[in-house]
């Protein structure tokens, strides 16, 4: 069974411009999630998919990031204007139960903004 | 209410011993505990999880113990070996079912 794919893995921007990532779930994973993981610290979740529907963006800074998850498979997440604290690694995860079990991650997008 | 908090930041272990990693949680409404492993370059793997409902869980070489009445849970990972060095993070269910909240990472190293 292939994993979670995430492209690119690494992106180099300078501050203000956008940026996009993108991920397909393991194949019939219904949930899909995107983590920002900060140098040295643990994943937080920006969103959370099921299906195409949102489930919870509550940590998701709006006024400049995106995602999106249409017909229910892969999903783009997106920085615009970027900052130089949106530098981290951005992973994406799925899981095929609801609930916020047994989450399955990719191996993560390193963005450096400069 | 909605941390974890996990020790120690950085372990050194010798082969063949016993690496133990803590957490603590505050949310008692938290039900769901996993352990995730991380190499350098790689996403988080889900190593072992345990429910609230029981006290030990084993998976070969690692064992997650849960005390429910502390709000304490820990990773004990047995005749560690080099390949077992790398980043190890514990990570509660929220509340609502959604989020997982990870702690800060523990890394681990494994002396041959």
């Known amino acids: 069974e292939a994993g979670v794919a995430q492209s690119p893995r690494y992106k180099i921007i300078e501050k203000r411009q956008s940026v996009a990532f993108w991920c397909n779930p393991i194949?019939?994973?219904?949930?899909l999630y995107w983590y920002q993981q900060i140098l040295g610290q643990g994943p937080k979740l920006l969103i959370q998919?099921?299906?195409?529907?949102?489930?919870?963006d509550s940590q998701l800074p709006k006024d400049r990031f995106s995602a999106e998850r249409l017909k229910g498979v892969d999903s783009t997440l997106k920085i615009q204007p970027a900052k130089l604290e949106d530098s981290a690694v951005y992973l994406c995860?799925?899981?095929?139960?609801?609930?916020?079990?047994?989450?399955?991650f990719g191996p993560g997008t390193r963005l450096t903004v400069t | 209410q909605q941390q974890v908090k996990q020790s120690p930041q950085s372990l050194i272990v010798q082969k063949g011993g016993i690496s133990i990693i803590n957490c603590a949680y505050e949310?008692?409404?938290?039900?769901?505990f996993p352990w995730y492993q991380q190499f350098p370059g790689k996403g988080p793997a889900l190593l072992i999880a345990?429910?609230?409902?029981?006290s030990e869980k084993k998976e070969g070489r690692f064992t997650i113990s849960f005390n429910k009445s502390a709000k304490q849970f820990s990773l004990h990972i047995m005749d560690s070996q080099p390949g077992d060095s790398a980043t190890y993070f514990c990570?509660?269910?929220?509340?609502?079912?959604?989020?997982?909240?990870f702690g800060k990472g523990t890394t681990l190293s494994v002396s041959s």
């Open positions: 995860a799925s899981s095929d139960l609801a609930g916020g079990y047994e989450q399955y």
């Open positions: 194949s019939g994973h219904a949930t």
């Open positions: 998919f099921q299906n195409n529907g949102v489930v919870d």
């Open positions: 949310n008692t409404a938290f039900d769901y």
């Open positions: 345990i429910r609230p409902d029981v």
């Open positions: 990570a509660a269910l929220n509340q609502a079912g959604t989020a997982l909240i």
